[in-house]
């Protein structure tokens, strides 16, 4: 019986480490927003915010996921609401490969990825999704408009950025996949259902309340 009650107890930790796990990057996502959006002379400049149909927060990334199987990190999609309004619930996703060129040197990269139309993010929400390949992709620009477009920011699918070290800067992201992180979502929702059911119907975690607040903040798009 106590060999059973301690396989309980085991089980039961594992899965409240994995949903705390699961909360706690969500809660760093919401912080990676808060602070890149609020230094408006080094921000997502606001009417590319605006458009963006989905937005992927990839958090303290580590050095380390270079050297093992190249693996960068986990985060979080979100992506607007009927008509536009709102933010989904986010589900997760893990983001492997590709080339963050200087950063990789640095010792955590948070990554920012804003997919401007449908039909980026309709790609975006299948079982894999390669940025560059499956949806063009451009290094996002920085500042409190998009004064400085190039023909590439204007087509492309998908802007990217990545900070590391205080500098906030576009990258290029081509090569990064996108792949559904099943565990998370399973920790955050209580069943393993695709991102795009999550996006479409589900409702947020009580976690995930921080990061919606957060995005609806800064968000001043009205349909």
């Not at 699918?157 to 559904?180: D, H, K, M, Q, Y």
Request: charged share 25%; hydrophobic share 40%.
């Amino acid at each position: 019986m106590k060999l059973r009650h301690f396989a309980v107890v085991l089980l039961f930790s594992g899965v409240l480490f994995g949903a705390n796990d699961a909360v706690r990057r969500l809660h760093e996502s919401a912080e990676v927003i808060t602070e890149v959006m609020g230094t408006s002379d080094k921000a997502i400049p606001q009417d590319l915010f605006d458009k963006a149909e989905c937005l992927v927060v990839v958090p303290g990334v580590k050095k380390a996921a270079f050297i093992v199987g190249g693996k960068f990190g986990r985060g979080f999609i979100s992506c607007r609401g009927q008509g536009g309004m709102g933010w989904s619930a986010p589900a997760a996703v893990r983001v492997e490969g590709g080339s963050f060129g200087f950063q990789i040197g640095a010792s955590e990269t948070d990554v920012i990825m804003a997919v401007m139309n449908r039909r980026g993010a309709e790609k975006l929400l299948q079982s894999k999704f390669t940025v560059g390949a499956d949806a063009s992709v451009a290094a996002g620009p920085v500042g409190r408009t998009t004064s400085a477009d190039t023909d590439a920011q204007m087509q492309a699918e998908i802007l990217t950025w990545s900070r590391a070290r205080g500098v906030f800067a576009g990258i290029a992201l081509n090569g990064a996949t996108l792949r559904p992180d099943d565990e998370s979502n399973k920790d955050l929702y209580g069943t393993v259902t695709s991102n795009r059911e999550i996006i479409e119907h589900a409702k947020p975690p009580a976690g995930a309340e921080e990061l919606l607040r957060v995005l609806n903040k800064y968000s001043s798009r009205k349909g």
